[in-house]
C-alpha cells in the first residue's frame, strides 16, 4: 500500500494498492540486513504523519509497526524464522536494513496479533504515558479519552489494577458497553450524545479528575481542564481531532494549569523501548492470568489497509484496528 498525495481530512483515495510482480529475497554478501515476511500490520493514527512528506516522496510504501516472520537474514541475532515486532512496511514482504530496531517475540503461545496491539507499541504507549508520566496512586479518579481503542483499553485496566476509579469516553452505546462489561471501567459515557462535556465531566466526577489519559484534545481537553483536581496530571499522548483539520482548534481554558497547579505532558512512546522488556513482561502475565483482557478489529487483506485505516478516524474501529497479510 503506497502513499499518495494527501490534502485535507484523510481520506481512501489517498491510497494506493500497487501489484508488483516480482521479490526479490536474497541479500549482497556483505549486508547485515534481513528479509521478513509481514504477517500482521498495526493500522494506527500515527500512520497519519506520512501526510508531511507526502509532496516531498508521494508514491512510497508506507511504513508502520506489525509483526513479521524473517525469512532471509544476514544479521547475527536474527534467524530464518523467527518471528518480530517493529517498524516494517504495508506490504507483504520488507527489507529491514537496520533490524537492530526489530524486537524479537518473547511469547509466541499467546496471539501473534496481539503484538501490533496491546504487547505492541499501542500497549507500551498506555504502559509508559499512565506508569511514569500520570504517576498513579491508589484511589485517584481517572479519566480516559478514546477509552475504548487500542491505547484507551489498556490505560483504563491499568488503572483498574492500580486501584483507581476510572471513566472512559467512547462514541456509541456498544463502546460504552465494552467499556464497563469487559474492560472494567467503573463508568463511561458517549461524548456524541452528551450537550454538554463539562457538564458530562461533573456527572462522572463530582469530586474532580486526577488524571487526564488525553487522547482526542479540542473540545474534550477544554472541558478536562474544568473538572482537574489541584496537583492533576495530564498525559498529553495523543490529540485525535486535531489530526484532520488544516486550522486546530483553540484551547480557551489553559488558565486552569496555572490556577489548579496541573501537570501536562507529552511523550512519544519511541523515546521508551528501552523498558519494552518490563512492560511485555507484564501484560503478558496479566493476559495469561485473565487479569487484562483485549479485543481488536480485525480487517483481512492489504486491500483493506485504506478503509481501515480512514475508518481511524471516524471511529469505526472496535478495539485495536489491525490488518491481517499472512497467519504464518
Ligand atoms: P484508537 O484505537 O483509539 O482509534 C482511534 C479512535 O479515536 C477512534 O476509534 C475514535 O474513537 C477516536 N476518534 C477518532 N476521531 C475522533 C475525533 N474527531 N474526536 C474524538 N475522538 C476521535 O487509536 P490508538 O489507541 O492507536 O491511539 C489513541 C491516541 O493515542 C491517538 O491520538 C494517537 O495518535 C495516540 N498515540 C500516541 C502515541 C505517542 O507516542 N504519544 C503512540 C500511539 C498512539 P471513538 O469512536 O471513541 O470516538
Redesign the pocket.
Known amino acids: 500500500v503506497q502513499k499518495c498525495y494527501l490534502s485535507g481530512p484523510v481520506k481512501e483515495s489517498d491510497l494506493e494498492v500497487v501489484v508488483s510482480d516480482t521479490v526479490q529475497l536474497a541479500l549482497p554478501p556483505g549486508s547485515t540486513a534481513v528479509i521478513v515476511k509481514n504477517l500482521y500490520i498495526s493500522i ?3 500512520n ?1 504523519s506520512m501526510k508531511k512528506d507526502a509532496s516531498t516522496s508521494p508514491l512510497s510504501v508506507i511504513t508502520g509497526y506489525g509483526v513479521a516472520k524473517v525469512v532471509v537474514s544476514r544479521y547475527k541475532d536474527f534467524r530464518a524464522g523467527d518471528l518480530v515486532l517493529g517498524i516494517t512496511g504495508w506490504e507483504e514482504y520488507s527489507l529491514i536494513s537496520d533490524p537492530n530496531s526489530l524486537i524479537k517475540i518473547n511469547y509466541p503461545d499467546l496471539p501473534l496479533s496481539y503484538y501490533t496491539g496491546i504487547l505492541g ?2 500497549g507500551m ?1 498506555a504502559y509508559i ?1 499512565f506508569y511514569e508520566i500520570c504517576a498513579p496512586k491508589k484511589g485517584e479518579f481517572v479519566f480516559v ?8 483499553q489498556l490505560v483504563g485496566q491499568f488503572a483498574k489494577l492500580t486501584g483507581c476509579y476510572v471513566v472512559g ?4 452505546a456498544e ?1 460504552v458497553n465494552l467499556l464497563k462489561e469487559k474492560f472494567g471501567f467503573d463508568d463511561a459515557f458517549n ?2 450524545k452528551e450537550q454538554d462535556l463539562n457538564a458530562a465531566l461533573k456527572r462522572c466526577f463530582p469530586e474532580g479528575i486526577d488524571i487526564y489519559f488525553e ?2 484534545g ?1 473540545a ?1 481537553l477544554d472541558a478536562v481542564l474544568l473538572n482537574m483536581r489541584h496537583s492533576g496530571r495530564i498525559a498529553a ?5 486535531q ?2 483539520l488544516e486550522k486546530h482548534e483553540g484551547v480557551h481554558n489553559l488558565l486552569n494549569i496555572i490556577t489548579r497547579k496541573l501537570r501536562m505532558e ?5 523515546d521508551h523501548f528501552s523498558k519494552y522488556r518490563k512492560f511485555e513482561e507484564m501484560v503478558a502475565r496479566h493476559l495469561k492470568s485473565g487479569k487484562i483482557t483485549y479485543v481488536e478489529d480485525i480487517a483481512e487483506g492489504l486491500e483493506s489497509a485504506p478503509t481501515a485505516f480512514v475508518g ?6 472496535v ?3 489491525l490488518v491481517v497479510i499472512a497467519r504464518e
Open positions: 494506527d493514527p500515527w497519519f507499541m499501542p504507549t504515558g479519552s478514546a477509552a475504548s481503542g487500542a491505547v484507551g469516553s467512547a462514541s456509541s463502546k461524548y456524541k487522547n482526542v479540542g474534550m499522548c495523543g490529540m485525535i481531532s489530526y484532520n507529552g511523550f512519544f512512546v519511541s481511524l478516524f471516524k471511529g469505526k474501529n478495539g485495536k484496528q
